[in-house]
């Protein structure tokens, strides 16, 4: 089969294998210009590897590709780029060290007279940043900036070549609904000045909403697509998971009435203030909030990552001081961070290491940790959280969601008192949310406290027991399950 002569990018039985995994099977996709495709998938269906081919990241095994009319055969990045194909990573990768700017005009700084003309740069920067609605400096340093606003520089960087195509490789998984909804905008606003676009999201009401065309992978072959108005979320579902499957909330199960956590006014002077609530055995709190609220900051601190200057944090009932994650699981506090790749997992090393690597020192048998015992250990963690892929692999070679159950099997490999969770779902595929929230209700139920902070509205109120709602640094409330409407919540979320 010849790819299409027409305008658009197409491709004809494109096909890739990754030693023993045939990642992608034989695999058609046409694209038009000022048309948006999404493309949907369970973990480890194919999506990010079809994405890398067309831009230029990965060659295939089979296959053929035009681009509007003419062969296409993108040898690297850079070349897909010069002819118009844009990629946006699933995975953030800005190099902290540079500013806003400089990372979003890596490869082509602007010249004049010699010097790099900086002013332009931030010129330049500010307005693509702006119009995506990201408030951010285009001259401070990448370094400490949020997932959502690294997500932002990502896009931005992508766009302010005026690609004919993008491809988003999951943009919104770290944002809020309101973030969400910008990148969204911005996708539109491509669209109608001709773009083409590719959209990969497990955010199926986002696929709803933008969608032209949607096709679906499942274990990397093309297994159903719809034109616009011609399906449901659903539907979708079906085709992703290959039987019926319906995703739904359940209550959580009853909680204890023993305290195990309790904050007292808990504040870092300039970051939050004054968070004071207590968390009983089995219950599930969830913190809501728009990005940037302080949420992960609060967090961070319970779990010995960052420092407070004010208040008291009790476990147990009995004041605990600690200064390190270390010093947090003795008192029986663990958290699974926001950033897989920056602070969660160690990629480079295999799946089955890095769900052992906290363990070590408990996990030896005479004082050496075999590697059987790695093996073991990453066995029961895989069949439990149901992780598809080799565990011994780097980790790097897992698919986004099937990295993210690796970084929660980590931490469960012994039983907290206190379980935090930061995004515990991002980038994760329908099928594997289920089991993840799955997960932590077993958790409660076994009597673990837990805390879940998540940006996605409708997992805070299916999971949890009580919402602590913040904004700027404040604690605005905490509202029980009945009380927590999303309008509620949306309202002291804005501070109002
Ligand atoms: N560099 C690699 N080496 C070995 N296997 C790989 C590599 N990259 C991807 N794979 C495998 O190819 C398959 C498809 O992965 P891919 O990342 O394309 O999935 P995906 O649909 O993007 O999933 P997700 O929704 O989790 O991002 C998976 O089985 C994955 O483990
Ligand atoms: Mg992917």
């Not at 609605?133 to 302010?160: C, F, H, N, T």
């Not at 609904?177 to 999201?201: F, K, M, N, P, W």
């Not at 990295?403 to 515990?424: M, R, S, T, Y």
Request: aromatic share 4%; charged share 25%.
């Amino acid at each position: 089969m010849t790819p299409s002569s027409e305008a658009g990018l197409h491709c004809r039985g494109v096909g890739k294998r990754y030693g023993g995994t045939h990642a992608l099977k034989s695999v058609d996709l046409d694209l038009p210009p000022g048309s948006v495709l999404a493309l949907v998938g369970e973990n480890g269906a194919g999506k990010s590897t079809l994405n890398s081919i067309i831009a230029g990241v990965v060659r295939p095994d089979d296959g053929e590709m035009t681009l509007d009319g003419v062969p296409y055969h993108p040898a690297s990045p850079s070349e897909a780029l010069h002819q118009g194909v844009a990629l946006i990573h699933q995975e953030i990768r800005l190099l902290p060290e540079l500013t806003v700017a400089e990372n979003i005009f890596l490869g082509r700084l602007p010249v004049a007279s010699g010097r790099i003309d900086r002013a332009r740069m931030a010129r330049e920067a500010g307005v693509v940043l702006d119009k995506l609605g990201v408030a951010v400096d285009p001259q401070r340093k990448v370094a400490g900036l949020s997932m959502a606003v690294q997500q932002g520089i990502e896009i931005a960087k992508a766009i302010i070549r005026r690609p004919r195509y993008v491809i988003f490789d999951e943009p919104t998984a770290s944002l809020g609904g309101a973030e969400a909804d910008r990148i969204l905008e911005q996708v539109r606003a491509l669209r109608d000045a001709g773009t083409g676009i590719i959209y990969v999201s497990h955010r199926l009401d986002e696929v709803m909403k933008i969608a032209d065309r949607v096709i679906c992978l499942r274990d990397g072959a093309l297994v159903a697509g719809w034109e616009r108005g011609h399906f449901t979320q659903q539907d979708i579902i079906n085709a992703m998971v290959g039987r019926e499957f319906t995703f739904e909330h359940r209550a959580p199960p009853p909680r204890g009435d023993r305290v195990v956590l309790q904050l007292d006014g808990v504040t870092r002077t300039g970051v939050f203030r004054d968070i004071s609530f207590e968390l009983a055995r089995g219950e599930i709190l969830g913190f809501a909030g728009l990005i940037g609220a302080g949420r992960t900051e609060v967090v961070r601190a319970i779990a010995g990552m960052d420092r407070f200057d004010q208040g008291e944090i009790k476990v147990d009932g009995k004041p605990v001081r600690y200064t390190s994650p270390s010093g947090a699981i003795e008192a029986g506090i663990f958290m699974v961070p926001e950033d897989r790749k920056g602070q969660g997992l160690n990629l480079g090393r295999t799946a089955a290491e890095n769900i052992t690597l906290p363990w070590e020192k408990r996990l030896t048998r005479n004082g050496m940790i075999t590697r059987a015992v790695v093996a073991e250990t990453g066995l029961r963690q895989k069949q439990r959280f149901d992780i598809r892929g080799r565990l011994d692999l780097p980790v790097s070679s897992m698919s986004g969601g099937n990295q993210q159950k690796v970084l929660l099997a980590k931490w469960l490999v012994e039983d907290p008192a206190v379980f935090i969770i930061d995004e515990p779902t991002r980038g994760v595929d329908v099928g594997a949310k289920m089991a993840i929230y799955e997960i932590i209700r077993t958790l409660a139920a076994n009597g673990i406290a837990v805390i879940v902070v998540s940006s996605e509205l409708e997992e805070v109120l299916g999971l949890c027991h009580r919402v602590l709602v913040m904004s700027k640094g404040n604690q605005r409330g905490i509202l029980s399950r009945e009380d927590a409407t999303p309008a509620r919540v949306m309202s002291l979320a804005v501070g109002a």
